[in-house]
């Protein structure tokens, strides 16, 4: 059906004739799935999933324990061993879904020993052996770069989980700690999966996704981060050198990769994330702004972070549309009119004041919407307009 609409579309517009048309809607019909009858399949399996869950759950206390540990490794056998078969053959996308498959059993076995002998611990160290066994398995195993992903999350979740625990134990900046620090170590990790054999591909979507991080690790001080006198001093300013640097170090190391056009944006972006995180702990700390200080003492300090978060994304914008990157671009056109209206919203105390800085605030972002629309329609065309110029 949207693939005849798109067709009727072309179709009016003069870019297909009566014949290619007919030929790719007998295509389509040839080729066509019945799609709502295997997503009921689906829901059936699904449901008799659950059903089978519910009904171990109610005699969940009555099976043995080594019953219970016996099971779920011969579960574990059976899915390794059609994992083996899927990656001996080539067969990707069955690889791949069994390889989290085996994953997620990985999980729950451990939490399942942890549960039938009574271990001590705590979740973090429970989800750290979790890593440690898989993550040599995806290297070895995995190609894609959903599965990568995957990865990250589960990186990502068990570093919050330990969180508590780090700063107990590790005297810093909890910002920090939140923020660069698992972004730069992702990065690292992605740009060394990109060096190994069968990796290129897990690599790239690594560096994307930690790059994702950088940026929020830029942006949210702009949030959340009020400075007292217990965070200021000489100890702060060494632990945004040392992110500085080994952000850059990374950056530098991925601008050597086979993309230099994208080694080069990143670079910038970390390097503008990095000024950007230091102008905004500048401006909180230099001004003196505490999370209970009266709010006419802290406007002059919300007015700078604005516009330091607002000048940072109109870098990142920059950079999105020098490397042609349309959806990362619209993402922060987006972000700086949302961060706009906002400050329009925070600046002014009174209801007609209110509804004034709405009224501004939102034709803004209404402008901000429209341009960006004819720069990403322009950004569309240029391609189209190379390569008719090169012919």
Not at 359 to 374: D, K
Request: glycine share 10%; proline share 2%; charged share 15%.
């Amino acid at each position: 059906m949207f693939a005849n609409r798109s067709l009727d579309r072309w179709h009016k517009a003069g870019l297909l004739d009566d014949a290619a048309r007919l030929r790719i809607q007998a295509w389509e019909a040839d080729h066509a799935r019945p799609v709502w009858l295997l997503g009921l399949a689906g829901i059936g399996v699904f449901t008799v999933a659950l059903g089978v869950l519910a009904l171990v759950a109610a005699n969940w206390m009555a099976i043995p324990g080594a019953a219970k540990i016996a099971v779920h490794f011969a579960l574990d056998g059976i899915v390794a061993a059609s994992l083996f078969a899927a990656w001996r053959e080539d067969w990707h996308k069955a690889r791949e879904l069994l390889a989290l498959l085996l994953f997620g059993l990985v999980l729950s076995g451990i939490g399942l020993v942890g549960q039938v002998y009574q271990l001590g611990g705590t979740a973090w160290q429970a989800m750290l052996a979790w890593m440690v066994v898989c993550t040599p398995f995806m290297l070895l195993v995995t190609r894609s770069g959903l599965l990568a992903v995957a990865w990250q999350l589960g990186a990502v979740a068990t570093y919050a989980v330990a969180l508590s625990d780090l700063y107990a134990s590790i005297a810093g900046n909890p910002i920090m700690a939140l923020t660069w620090l698992p972004a730069i170590t992702l990065l690292a990790f992605g740009l060394g999966r990109g060096l190994m054999p069968n990796g290129r591909v897990q690599g790239l979507w690594m560096e994307g996704a930690a790059i994702l991080g950088l940026l929020g690790a830029a942006s949210l001080p702009q949030v959340v981060l009020r400075l007292d006198d217990g965070t200021r001093g000489l100890m702060l300013w060494l632990d945004w050198g040392l992110a500085a640097t080994v952000a850059l170090v990374l950056m530098a190391a991925l601008m050597r990769r086979r993309h230099p056009d994208r080694g080069m944006t990143s670079a910038f972006l970390a390097t503008a994330g990095w000024i950007s995180w230091a102008a905004t702990i500048w401006a909180w700390d230099s001004l003196h702004a505490v999370a209970r200080t009266a709010r006419g003492t802290d406007d002059a300090a919300q007015l700078g972070v604005a516009l330091v978060f607002i000048a940072f994304w109109g870098v990142v914008s920059w950079l999105a549309l020098r490397s042609g990157r349309r959806s990362l671009f619209a993402g922060a056109v987006t972000i700086i009119a949302l961060r706009i209206f906002l400050f329009y919203w925070e600046a002014f105390g009174s209801l007609l004041s209110t509804g004034l800085g709405l009224v501004m605030g939102g034709l803004v972002c209404i402008v901000l919407a429209a341009l960006g629309w004819q720069i990403i329609r322009r950004m569309a065309l240029l391609p189209v307009v190379r390569k008719a110029t090169r012919q």
